[in-house]
C-alpha cells in the first residue's frame, strides 16, 4: 500500500548534488574503476585525449569524455575487462605562454627576468593546479577513469618513453638537424607549425622598388621593377627572378582565362574580359622587356641590390609570373617559404637578417637593431632618396599571426630538428587505407592521408623552456676516436657529424651526459625541447610502460578506439599511428571516432583564449551531470556540429542575459534586470572576485534534466507501488497485454540501443531511450498498469513486470546517465532486492557492475507493438482534441474511430484503457463509425477520430472568446509592423536585435493564423 511506503519522502525533483557525491565515492570506495590485466576475460581500452594543462575544460571536453564514459561504463557492464586511461598534456607553447603573459601582467617580468629554471617552476606550478582542476570536473562529470593511473605527458614514465623513442628514430638516421624555414614567433621567441597560426586581412601597400641593372649595355633595361609588402627584406635579397618563357606563360594564361569566359556565368564575364585585356596588354608593353630580361639572366648578369650595394644575380624561375605585378620578383629566400624553394633551385645563398626578438641583425647593415616597422619606413624613405621608389599601392594583404602570441609571424631561416617522415608517414597510411585502423565517420580518412601523402618533415624542436629538452650534446673539436673512447662500450650513446656546422651531435639513451663525458672537450647540451606532439604520439603506448614490457601493454595495447575531435586528426591522430607501428610495431587503436565539434551561438568553436569556453561546472550546478550527459549524448549524430548559444544567469535573480562577444571576456555584468552585479570566469581582481558568480549555461540542457526528473518521478511512482513485492517467474498467461507489450518494447530498445552505441550513433540511443521512457513507459505502462497496482488479486504480476521494465531502463540509461541510474537502483533494491521475469535474481550491488541487458527476441512481438502504436495514436489524437477545446480534465469525453475492420479489431481489446488515460469512453470502432453532429476531429493514418463535443463546450462563449483573442492579435502585429517600418530603428539597432523584433513578428502572424482556424471550426460547429 503506498501509505506504508518508505518512499513517500521521496522529494518529486531528483537532488542532483547528494546523488553525486555520494555515488562517486561510492564507486570509488569499491574499486569500479580499477581495470588489471585479467587472462579470462576481453580487454577493452581507451586513453583519454589528454587535455592541456593550459586551463580548466569547457563544454567540448565534457563532450569528449561524455561519450568516452557512455563507451566504458556499457563495456564494463558488458563484462569487458575495460581500461579508462586517464591523464593530462603538458602543452608546450600554450602552457608557456599563458604562464608569461600572466607573469608579464602581474609582476611586470619577462621570462628572462626568472631564467629557465625560475620559469619552468612557475609553469609546474600552473599545471598542478589545473590538473587538479581538469580531474575534479572529470569527476564531477562521473568519469570512470582508472585513476591511479592517471599519467602526464611530462611525468617520468611519458619522459622515458620520449627519451627511448628519440634515441631510436636518431639512430637510425630519421631524426636530423638542419636548416629550415620556418614560422618565427618573435614574441615567444620559437618556431611555431603551421596549424598554430591564424590568418588575418589587413590594409597594407604594395612598394615598387627598382634594382639599377649592372653594367646595362645599350637597348637593354636600366632597372629591373619588383614589387613587395615588406620593404624591408630587401636586405636579404640575393636574387631577382623572371620568368624563363614570359611568352609562353602569358598565352598559356590567356588560353585558360578564355576557356572559363566560354563557360563563365554572365555576371563573371566582364571580370575575365577585363583579366584577358590585362593579359593583352602585357604582352604588348611589358614581354619586350622581360624578353630581354630573360637573356640576361642566362648570360649570367647581374642587378645591384640598393642600400647594400651587394651585387645580385637575375635568375629564371617559373615563380615571377608575368601575368602579375611587374612580372619580375625579388627573392629573399631566408625570410618566404617561395623564395626558399627558388633559393634552393639556384643555389642562391640564404641571408637571414633577423634576430630571434624580431630587430635586425648584422646582415641588414645600416639597419641593424631596428624593429622590422621602424627598418620598413626607413629602407622606404631611402629608397625614395636615391630615387629608386617607383610607386605605392594601397592593398588587402594576408598576415599570418601566431595563435599564442597573436603577434604577426616572420619567415625565418633558422636552424630546427626534422623527422624523416617518408617512410613513417606511409606506415601511417598503409594502416588506415588497409582497414587496420578504422576511422568513424569515414569521411575524416580522407584528410588523414591526404595530410601524410605530402610527407612534409616534422620540425620537432621548439625555442622553448616547458617541454621535453632534446636529448642531444654538441662536442666541437674533437675526433671520432675521441668519442669512442670515451663512450666505449656504451650502447646507450650514439654520434652522428653534422657536417653543416662542423659538430658532433651525441644523442644518450638516459640520464645526462656530463660537460666532460669527452675527456678534454666541453659538450653543450641543446636547449631546444620537442614539439608538444612527440610526447602525445606516444600516448597509447607511453601510459601503458613502454618501453619496458609490461603486461599492461601486452594486454590492452593496441587500445579499442580513440575518441576525438577532427581538429587533431594530422597533428595527433596520424602521429599516433605513426609512432605506435614504429616503436610497438603495432597500431595504437583499432577505432577512431570523430565526434561533432560544440560551437557558440556565432558559430565559433569554444576555447578559452577566445572567453566563450562554457564550464561545465556551471552547467552541471544548474542542470545536474546526468543532464549534462544525457543533454550532449542526445546532441552528437554523425554530421551536425552542435550550436550552443549561452546565457549567463545572473546569481540574485536568476535572469538570464545571452553572452556575446561583446560581454564574454568581462569580469563583471550588471544584471539588466535587477540591476545587480555578478563576477564571470574572468575576474581576477579581489574586488570582482567577492561578487557572486553567474553561471554561464544553455536551454539546450532543458530537454534532458525534464527527461532526468520524468524518470525520477516515474521511478518514485514505481518504487511507492512496489510495497510488498515478492519475486517469482511469471508466466505467460499471467501477463496482461500491456505487460506483454512493455516487454516486447523492451527487448527492442534493447536491441536498438545496443547497436546504436556499437556504432557510436550517441544521439540515436539517446533518442530511442528518450522517446521509450518519457512516452511509453512513464506516460503509458505505468499509467496502464495504476489500476491493478491497487488490485490485490493481480497486483503481483504488475509488480513484478514494473520492477523488471524498471531495472531494465536503469540499465540501459545507466551509461548515459550513472548517477540517477545508481540513486534509483539503490532505492530499487530495498523493496525489490531480487528481479526478472522468468526467473528472478538478486541484482548486483551496484548498477555499474550490473550485466547489460540482452535483447531477448522471444518476447518481441512485433504484432503488438503495431497495435499499441496506433492504440496510442488515437489516445494521443483524442487528447489533444480534448486540450485544444478546453475540455475539463475530469470531464469523461465519447469518441468514436472510422477504421477499416481489422484495424478496429486490433484496437477494441485496448477500449478500457482509454477511460484511465484520456477520460474518454469509445462508442465505435470501424468503417460505418459516423461522425457526430458537433466533433473535435483528427486525421491519422488510415483513422479519423471524432471526439463528440456536444454540450461539452459553450459555443457562443468559445467563438466570443476567440474573437477578442483575434483583434488583440491584429493590434500587435500592427504595431509590431509600425517598429519594423520605422527605418531609424532598423538601420540604428544591431542586425540580431532588428532580426529578434522580425522574428516576433512572424510568431504573432502564426498564433493569428492558428486562432483564425480554430475560430473557423468554431463556427462550423455552431452551424
Ligand atoms: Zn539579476
Not at 666505449?488 to 640520464?511: F, P, T, Y
Not at 575518441?563 to 595504437?588: E, F, K, Y
Request: some cysteine.
Amino acid at each position: 500500500m503506498p501509505e506504508e511506503s518508505p518512499f513517500r519522502d521521496l522529494p518529486t525533483q531528483y537532488d542532483h548534488f547528494s546523488a553525486q557525491d555520494r555515488w562517486y565515492r561510492f564507486w570509488q570506495q569499491q574499486g569500479y574503476f580499477r581495470s588489471q590485466p585479467h587472462p579470462g576475460r576481453v580487454p577493452y581500452c581507451i586513453v583519454i585525449p589528454p587535455p592541456n594543462v593550459t586551463g580548466a575544460l569547457h563544454l567540448g571536453h565534457a563532450l569528449n569524455n561524455t561519450l568516452q564514459d557512455i563507451l566504458i561504463r556499457q563495456k564494463r557492464m558488458q563484462g569487458y575487462e575495460t581500461l579508462w586511461m586517464p591523464g593530462t598534456d603538458h602543452a608546450g607553447i600554450a602552457t608557456q605562454a599563458v604562464v608569461e603573459r600572466r607573469l608579464l601582467a602581474e609582476e611586470g617580468k619577462t621570462r628572462h627576468d626568472l631564467g629557465r629554471s625560475g620559469l619552468v617552476a612557475r609553469i609546474w606550478a600552473w599545471k598542478e593546479e589545473y590538473e587538479a582542476r581538469i580531474i575534479s570536473q572529470l569527476k564531477q562529470m562521473g568519469c570512470s577513469c582508472d585513476w591511479e593511473r592517471t599519467r602526464f605527458t611530462l611525468d617520468p614514465v611519458c619522459a622515458r618513453a620520449v627519451r627511448h623513442t628519440f634515441f631510436h628514430l636518431f639512430r637510425e638516421g630519421l631524426i636530423y638537424r638542419g636548416k629550415r624555414l620556418v614560422n618565427w614567433d618573435t614574441s615567444l621567441q620559437t618556431a611555431v607549425a603551421d596549424d598554430e597560426l591564424f590568418h588575418e586581412t589587413i590594409p597594407g601597400h604594395f612598394w615598387y622598388f627598382r634594382y639599377p641593372v649592372i653594367d646595362a649595355k645599350a637597348g637593354e633595361p636600366s632597372h629591373v621593377t619588383i614589387a613587395t609588402t615588406r620593404p624591408e627584406t630587401m636586405l636579404g635579397d640575393t636574387a631577382v627572378a623572371v620568368h624563363p618563357d614570359p611568352a609562353g606563360a602569358l598565352d598559356r594564361v590567356e588560353a585558360e582565362l578564355l576557356q572559363r569566359l566560354a563557360s563563365a556565368p554572365e555576371k563573371e564575364k566582364d571580370e575575365l574580359r577585363a583579366e584577358i585585356e590585362d593579359v593583352r596588354y602585357r604582352r604588348r608593353k611589358l614581354l619586350p622587356e622581360l624578353l630581354a630580361l630573360r637573356q640576361m639572366a642566362a648570360d649570367g648578369r647581374m642587378v645591384m641590390l640598393p642600400l647594400l650595394n651587394r651585387p645580385i644575380p637575375l635568375v629564371a624561375d617559373e615563380w615571377a609570373k608575368p601575368e602579375m605585378g611587374t612580372g619580375c620578383v625579388k627573392i629573399t629566400p631566408a625570410h618566404d617559404p617561395n623564395d626558399y624553394e627558388v633559393g634552393l633551385r639556384h643555389g642562391l645563398p640564404m641571408i637571414n637578417i633577423l634576430q630571434p626578438d624580431g630587430t635586425l641583425n648584422e646582415n641588414a647593415g645600416p639597419y641593424q637593431g631596428q624593429s622590422v616597422m621602424a627598418a620598413r619606413e626607413h629602407v622606404v624613405a631611402d629608397m625614395d632618396k636615391l630615387g629608386l621608389l617607383w610607386k605605392v599601392e594601397s592593398r588587402a594583404i594576408d598576415l599570418a599571426h601566431s595563435d599564442r602570441s597573436k603577434t604577426p609571424i616572420e619567415s625565418m631561416l633558422t636552424d630546427q630538428w626534422f623527422l624523416k617522415m617518408e617512410r613513417l608517414a606511409q606506415m601511417a597510411i598503409d594502416a588506415v587505407v588497409g582497414g587496420r585502423v578504422r576511422i568513424i565517420p569515414p569521411r575524416y580518412t580522407k584528410g588523414y592521408v591526404d595530410w601524410l601523402s605530402e610527407k612534409r618533415d616534422w620540425p620537432i624542436s621548439r625555442q622553448l623552456w616547458w617541454g621535453h629538452q632534446i636529448p642531444i650534446w654538441y662536442c666541437l673539436g674533437a675526433s671520432e676516436q675521441e668519442l669512442q673512447a670515451a663512450f666505449m662500450g656504451r650502447e646507450d650513446v650514439v654520434w652522428r657529424w653534422d657536417e653543416q656546422q662542423g659538430q658532433w651531435l651525441i644523442c644518450a639513451l638516459e640520464g645526462d651526459l656530463p660537460e666532460d663525458a669527452v675527456p678534454g672537450r666541453k659538450l653543450r647540451r641543446e636547449e631546444d625541447v620537442l614539439d608538444t606532439w612527440f610526447s602525445s604520439a606516444l600516448w597509447p603506448h607511453s601510459t601503458l610502460g613502454w618501453p619496458e614490457p609490461t603486461p599492461e601493454l601486452k594486454y590492452y595495447y593496441p587500445t579499442s578506439v580513440l575518441i576525438t575531435s577532427r581538429d587533431i586528426i594530422s597533428l595527433w591522430v596520424a602521429r599516433m599511428v605513426m609512432l605506435g607501428l614504429h616503436n610497438v610495431q603495432d597500431i595504437p587503436f583499432h577505432e577512431v571516432f570523430i565526434h561533432p565539434k560544440i560551437l557558440d551561438a556565432y558559430g565559433e568553436g569554444m576555447s578559452k583564449s577566445k572567453g566563450n569556453g562554457v564550464d561545465p561546472v556551471d552547467v552541471m550546478e544548474k542542470f545536474g551531470a546526468d543532464s549534462l550527459r544525457f543533454g550532449l549524448a542526445y546532441l552528437t549524430t554523425e554530421t551536425q556540429d552542435i550550436r550552443m548559444p549561452v546565457d549567463f544567469e545572473c546569481p540574485h535573480c536568476k535572469g538570464l542575459l545571452e553572452q556575446t562577444r561583446e560581454n564574454r571576456m568581462l569580469p563583471r555584468i550588471t544584471c539588466p534586470r535587477c540591476h545587480k552585479e555578478f563576477a564571470t570566469q574572468w575576474a581576477e581582481k579581489p574586488a570582482d572576485k567577492l561578487l557572486p558568480h553567474g553561471l554561464v549555461v544553455s536551454e539546450r540542457f532543458q530537454l534532458a534534466r525534464n527527461f532526468c526528473n520524468k524518470l525520477w518521478n516515474a521511478s518514485r511512482f514505481a518504487l511507492m507501488n512496489l510495497a510488498g513485492y515478492s519475486p517469482a517467474p511469471v508466466a505467460e498467461p499471467q501477463l496482461f497485454v500491456e505487460d506483454r507489450w512493455i516487454l516486447s518494447r523492451l527487448s527492442t530498445v534493447t536491441r536498438q540501443v545496443t547497436e546504436s552505441l556499437a556504432n557510436y550513433r550517441f544521439a540515436e540511443a539517446a533518442r530511442v531511450l528518450h522517446e521509450f521512457v518519457w512516452f511509453e513507459f512513464c506516460d503509458f505502462y505505468v499509467e496502464m498498469v495504476k489500476g491493478r497496482l491497487q488490485d490485490c488479486s493481480v497486483r503481483g504480476v504488475a509488480q513484478r513486470v514494473l520492477a523488471h521494465a524498471l531495472d531494465t531502463i536503469l540499465r540501459l540509461l545507466h551509461p548515459i546517465i550513472p548517477f540517477l541510474t545508481e540513486e534509483v537502483w539503490q532505492l530499487l533494491a530495498q523493496v525489490a532486492p531480487e528481479r526478472g521475469i522468468d526467473a528472478p535474481q538478486r541484482a548486483a550491488e551496484s548498477i555499474m557492475i550490473a550485466p547489460w541487458p540482452e535483447a531477448d527476441p522471444a518476447r518481441c512481438d512485433p504484432e503488438i507493438e503495431a497495435r499499441f502504436n496506433r492504440f496510442q495514436q488515437v489516445l494521443r489524437a483524442v487528447r489533444d482534441i480534448r486540450s485544444r477545446q478546453n475540455v475539463p480534465q475530469k470531464k469523461q469525453v465519447r469518441f468514436s474511430v472510422r477504421c477499416d475492420a481489422a484495424t478496429g479489431e486490433l484496437l477494441r481489446p485496448l477500449e478500457p484503457y482509454f477511460r484511465p488515460l484520456a477520460a474518454a469512453v469509445a462508442v465505435g470502432w470501424g468503417p460505418d463509425v459516423e461522425p457526430p453532429s458537433r466533433a473535435g476531429h483528427a486525421v491519422l493514418p488510415g483513422m479519423e477520430v471524432y471526439v463528440d463535443l456536444a454540450g461539452l463546450i459553450d459555443l457562443d462563449a468559445e467563438i466570443a472568446r476567440k474573437q477578442k483573442e483575434l483583434a488583440d492579435l491584429d493590434s500587435r502585429i500592427a504595431a509590431q509592423q509600425k517598429k519594423l517600418a520605422n527605418t531609424d530603428f532598423t538601420r540604428r539597432a544591431p542586425p540580431a536585435v532588428v532580426q529578434k523584433e522580425r522574428d516576433r513578428l512572424k510568431e504573432l502572424e502564426d498564433q493569428k493564423a492558428r486562432a483564425k482556424l480554430a475560430l473557423e471550426r468554431l463556427a462550423a460547429g455552431q452551424a
